[in-house]
């Protein structure tokens, strides 16, 4: 294989040069799916353009062939590419790396080595919880094409392929220990004038089934977690409050003590009510629990909760929201999903079990259901409900719902697309959790003017839209 590929270096140069659209719109593909890649392992790096394209803060390409290797370093020099480095080395030897990395790169990799399953056992040697693992491959369906391609000329012809289906990659990924975050296709026509290419590349996939005629199909992986003991995690419970002050006193009461510490972050967003001196009240009723009153900007939930969140300390961050309708006593499964390495990211869906009579007029429920819609196309995720207040992220991974805010725009008054989106880009595991939902026992719903929220939501995923998929 090493000496194959040192026969093709200058064949796959020439192929650089001259489909500059194709490999700059996998490289941007690439972007998208890790816009903070980290330190980054591409193995089987070929000319380097993959990893040079991803700007990581660190980068090592391995590749078998020594003159890929060289071709990768002058297209790539150490002088103006400080923070790249390439080797010429087995994936057989990763073990000898001894460090793990954010990002690693399999790109056309899998489907030419011979043992697939011990190169993704390999692997988990370098991974740590966060570590995500791209695998690229040609998509299967189009191998007879891509044979023809490279007979004819138009690129170089590969050595023996392993066509692989989508469920063979899956296959092997969950034998070795890894579970889909996310999966995608891309790249309909490689060839032709850019605008054209652009055109078709960016909004024909959208129409059924046009998708898998792409020619790259690709996967991100995330090691399976080990289960963590949950009485070893300490929990911040956010809970977000406008004129609840007849609802204070069972939060106190209801909310649990989970893990080996739980703080309640009661945060008062400029209320018109007492509810500010009723958290105060309550506190001093419960001094053996760890309870602060946090000063709301009074924009909306969604800024309440980000103001909660800058005063968090601990390891698992809840929303729950204070009206209650999802139980309070239902917190201790979302802190269980983190715990139990099945999810990164929990959000509380609503639409599972019958909702109770008065919880949610059927106007709200058949908004919930049409967005829910709306957001598995956008994602390519099966989402049931987009709008339960009630979710929980880990606290290392906050900062990338903060970031994806700014790349998204700061539309969300109410926060649960920051989330949703926010995980999403970042390959964050995303789990639901069906809870019941109960009408309010007091105090007042805040959604009101349907029509008006309505359209902040259409305008938010309106730029998910331009944003996720019309790339």
């Known amino acids: 294989m090493s000496r194959a590929y040192d026969r093709l270096a200058p064949e796959y140069r020439r192929s650089l040069e001259r489909h500059p659209y194709y490999y700059s719109r996998k490289s941007g593909m690439m972007r998208n799916v890790f816009p903070e890649p980290g330190d980054v392992l591409e193995i089987g790096c070929g000319l380097g353009q993959n990893l040079s394209a991803l700007r990581p803060r660190y980068g090592l390409g391995i590749d078998c062939s020594q003159e890929m290797v060289n071709q990768a370093r002058a297209l790539h020099p150490a002088e103006s590419n400080p923070n790249l480095e390439f080797r010429c080395m ?5 073990h000898t790396l001894n460090r793990t990395f954010d990002t690693i790169l399999l790109v056309n990799v899998v489907t030419e080595v011979p043992d697939i399953l011990a190169l993704f056992k390999s692997i988990r040697s370098l991974c740590t919880p ?4 791209m695998v690229l491959v040609h998509n299967y369906v189009l191998g007879p094409a891509i044979k023809l391609g490279g007979l004819m000329g138009l690129w170089p012809q590969f050595p023996q392929q392993n066509w692989l289906t989508k469920f063979d990659l899956g296959n092997f990924a969950d034998l070795a220990g890894f579970t889909k975050v996310r999966d995608g296709y891309d790249v309909l026509l490689p060839l032709g004038p850019t605008a054209v290419s652009d055109l078709v590349n960016r909004y024909a996939p959208l129409l059924p089934g046009v998708k898998y005629l792409c020619g790259l199909y690709y996967t991100v992986l995330r090691q399976q977690a080990l289960p963590i003991n949950a ?3 300490s929990v911040s419970v956010c809970v977000p409050c406008k004129d609840e002050e007849n609802n204070i006193a069972g939060l106190m009461e209801r909310i649990p003590d989970m893990g080996r510490e739980t703080e309640i972050l009661f945060v008062d967003d400029c209320s018109s009510d007492g509810t500010a001196q009723r958290i105060r009240e309550a506190m001093a009723q419960h001094p053996e629990r760890k309870v602060r009153l946090i000063q709301g900007p009074g ?5 309440a909760c980000r103001a909660g969140f800058a005063e968090a300390r601990n390891d698992v961050l809840l929303i729950l929201d204070a009206d209650m309708t999802v139980m309070p006593e239902d917190l201790p499964s979302f802190v269980e ?3 139990s390495g099945r999810g990164e990211m ?4 609503r639409l599972v079990y019958p909702t109770e009579s008065g919880a949610m007029n059927f106007a709200n429920i058949i908004g919930n259901k049409l967005f829910a819609m709306l957001f598995t196309f956008l994602l390519s995720q099966r989402m049931k409900d987009t709008l339960c207040g009630t979710k929980a992220i880990w606290r290392r991974d906050y900062p990338k719902i903060i970031e994806s805010r700014a790349h998204f725009g700061d539309v969300d008054r109410w926060g649960d697309y920051d989330w949703i989106f926010g995980a999403a880009r970042h390959n964050l595991h995303i789990v639901e959790l069906p809870v019941h939902y109960h009408p309010r026992t ?3 719903t805040k959604m009101t003017r349907r029509l008006g929220n309505a359209l902040i939501m259409l305008r938010m995923c309106g730029v998910a839209l331009r ?3 019309l790339l």
């Open 90 to 94: 087995s994936a057989l030897d990763l």
């Open 130 to 133: 966060q570590t995500r693992v």
């Open 231 to 233: 009485d070893q995690v």
């Open 299 to 303: 924009q909306g939930k969604g800024a």
């Open 337 to 339: 999903v983190l715990t």
């Open 346 to 349: 929990v959000n509380g869906s």
């Open 442 to 444: 007091a105090g007042e």
């Open 467 to 469: 944003k996720v998929k």
